[in-house]
Structure formats: C-alpha cells, structure tokens
C-alpha cells in the first residue's frame, strides 16, 4: 500500500478520521479501563478524548520549549503501575523525541501510539514519524500537509494490530462480503473517493513538502531582524515539516488581531487540555510550559499555495505592529 510504503511499515488501514483511527488503535492494543495513557498537555482535543472512549484515563504531561512536543522528562515523573501505553503527538509537524520516548516504553513496558495526525512527511533520524511505535495514526482533514476532505490512516508493523483495526472499523466483521459479526465494531470506513483523492495527493507530496519549507525559511529570513518573534528551536535529530508556520510573542492575540485587519488569518495554538472547559477540574498539576508557550504562541498563513508576495507582505505587517521599518 501505497501510505505503509511512505512511512516505512507493512500495513496502514485507512479510516474516516484521525480520531477514530486513534481510537482503534487503543482497542487493538487492548488498553481501556483500568490504564492510564499518558499524552501531552498542548495538543488538539481528539488525542485526549480519543482515550477517554477506549475507557482508559489520559494522564497529561508537560512540553519541552524547544519542540512544544511532550517532554520525556515529565512523562518519566507520571508514569505508575496503572499506565499502559505513551501517545507522544507530532506537534504541527514536529516530531517528538521518539528516541527517549522509545527507550522509556522499553524501560517500563509500555506501548507506544504516535499521534501523528500533523505529521505527513516528518522524519525522526531519518525514519518517518508513525512508523517508530507499535502503531501510528494520520489525518488528511482539509487543512492537513495532504488531505481527503476528511480521513485518517493507521500505520503498524504488526500484523495482529492491522488486523483487529479492520475489524474494528468495519462493524465488528471478520471476513469480507458476510454479515456474521463476532465483534461489536463501528462504522469508521473510508470512502473510494478519499481513497482515490488521497493517492492523487501522494504524487503532489515531496512539492507540497518543498513549498511547506520555503515559506517558512522566508518567514524567518524576514523576521530575523526581530528579538520579539521567535521561532521554535526545534530538533536536529528531525526533518520537521512546517504544517503550520509557529512564532513566539509577547502578545499573540494584539498581533492576531492587527493582522486579521489587514486581511492574514491567523490562529492561536491548541489550547492546553488541562484548561479546556469540558475537562475542568480533571487535573490539578501545573504544566508551566505549556501554560507558557500559549501564551506567547501564534500560527501564520502556512498553506503550500502561498507565494513569496504574500508571506513578505505577511512579515511586513508585523513588521509594522511591532513598529519597524519597512522591508
């Protein structure tokens, strides 16, 4: 198949979306009531509440400032008896630190889930991300590197996790073309057109790769006269991908703002879980980090159509926010 062979594993099955996709690979792993999963604090909400519906309790950790990817050193401070797998996100194209990931599941026996739903193209030591744990997962919603519309992708080299995702995704059915089911499963199936518009974007990828890191090298050759906006130092064990286009500032919601009057979208970062209403009062720890990078962070115009005019004129008003001279 043609997305296992990109991502370097032997099976992917493909689902409705990245949720659901996480979801089924809890189950196939059999994590549910009783395990905790530990994930990071900064991340969109379907990671926690893809664990929340496998019946497990998602256990947050803190960031690293460098990556804005979950830090192995706090994971390490929440592990216990009841945690059964680790679910490392690949923040807006960003791996995490797979390889201390890697070597704490090792060390504690646990599984690992990728969350790499932001991830298509991102390598870690040269290997693609959501081909590094027991099992990986991706999106290809509409404002994904590439997209279907809708839609997700389970990645595993495990034959047995392959296997029970299938049946998980198709109403509990063990055979094809039978309506004998010995599993209750879901309707999670992805479409023959998604299917058909998703090899198309497989051919367009390494371009929508090139475009993705132009823009945000000219974003930074830009701002890089600027103190007060700063990119993420990232990792060099990693061949990110730029999926959205991230900077540090004093006040992201002023920028937005002057931004969005001059006609440039713009959005705030994830909003930390530990702060998200639906989840109030679950957790009572600090997460200073996240809390921290937030409060400062701001995701610019990051679509592979954009042009040089547009990402100069981009800088520019920020540029003029911030008070200096023109570009």
């Known amino acids: 198949m043609k997305f296992a062979e990109l991502v370097g594993c032997r099976h992917a099955v493909a689902v409705n979306n990245a949720t659901a996709g996480l979801y089924c690979c809890l ?8 395990h905790e999963v530990i994930i990071p604090d900064l991340t969109f909400i379907a990671t926690a509440n893809s664990v929340i519906w496998a019946g497990a309790t998602p256990v947050l950790a803190d960031i690293d400032e460098n990556t ?37 599941a090792r060390r504690h026996g646990l599984v690992v889930v990728e969350d790499a739903a932001q991830g298509v193209g991102a390598k870690f030591q040269d290997r693609h991300v959501g081909g590094l744990g027991a099992v990986g997962c991706f999106s290809f919603y509409g404002n994904k590197t590439i997209t279907t519309g809708q839609g997700g992708m389970i990645t595993t080299d495990d034959e047995q996790i ?24 879901y309707n999670f199936c992805f479409t023959d057109l998604q299917a058909a518009l998703g090899l198309a974007q497989l051919t367009r990828l390494d371009h929508i790769l090139e475009r993705k890191r132009n823009s945000i090298e000219l974003y930074r050759a830009c701002l890089s006269e600027l103190e007060t906006v700063r990119f993420p130092a990232g990792d060099p064990r990693c061949d990110a991908v730029p999926w959205f286009t991230n900077i540090l500032v004093d006040d992201p919601g002023a920028l937005g703002a002057h931004l969005s009057k001059a006609g440039v979208g713009t959005r705030r970062f994830f909003h930390p879980l530990h702060r998200q209403p639906c989840y109030r009062g679950r957790w009572s720890e600090e997460f200073p980090t ?15 159509t954009l042009t040089e005019d547009q990402i100069v004129f981009v800088c520019q008003e920020i540029k003029n926010f911030l008070g200096f001279k023109k570009l």
């Open 27 to 34: 189950k196939a792993l059999g994590v549910g009531a009783g």
């Open 68 to 104: 804005f990817n979950i830090d192995p050193a706090s994971v390490e401070e929440k592990i216990s008896s009841r945690t059964r797998a680790l679910m490392p996100v690949h923040l807006y194209g960003q791996s995490a630190d797979m390889e201390a990931i890697l070597a704490i």
């Open 162 to 185: 392959q296997r029970r995702c299938l049946i998980l995704k198709n109403h509990g059915r063990t055979e094809k073309g039978t309506f004998i089911h010995h599993h209750i499963g």
């Open 290 to 304: 996240t809390d921290r990078v937030y409060g400062q962070g701001l995701s610019l115009p990051s679509s592979a």
